[in-house]
């Protein structure tokens, strides 16, 4: 599976950026995908997960409320909705896959994925 992030960009405090995440292949809808961020000197961290159908979600305490992530099967495209940015939300975002198959299993920790995005940078000015 490759993965090819977008979106990133520079943007004032308080603005919005949706990042996207294209997929190869045709297995797309049977895996869990989420995201991750990686800020300057600081480990990869857990930003949001979805389940196989987007009918599922789970994000972290950071983003709860300000993020939004959901996919587009048919597309094979996962997407990020970022609202209310702040400066400390400036990382490097990654989209991963999580190729195994557990129910109803949303992994927050980067063991539980299989295959990375490049990143893409988010910016966000104070």
């Known amino acids: 599976v490759q993965l090819q992030a977008s979106g990133g960009g520079l943007v004032q405090a308080g603005g919005s950026l949706r990042l996207s995440c294209v997929a190869s292949g045709r297995t797309f809808n049977s895996y869990v995908m989420g995201w991750f961020r990686q800020a300057p000197g600081k480990e990869r961290e857990f930003v949001a997960a979805i389940s196989r159908s987007g009918g599922s979600t789970s994000y972290s305490d950071s983003v709860k409320g300000r993020g939004t992530i959901s996919r587009h099967n048919a597309r094979n495209t996962l997407y990020l909705q970022m609202n209310t940015l702040k400066p400390e939300d400036t990382a490097v975002y990654y989209c991963?896959?999580?190729?195994?198959?557990?129910?109803?299993?949303?992994?927050?920790?980067?063991?539980?994925?299989?295959?990375w995005g490049q990143g893409t940078l988010v910016t966000v000015s104070s």
């Open positions: 991963a896959v999580d190729r195994d198959y557990r129910g109803s299993y949303l992994g927050r920790h980067t063991y539980d994925y299989d295959y």
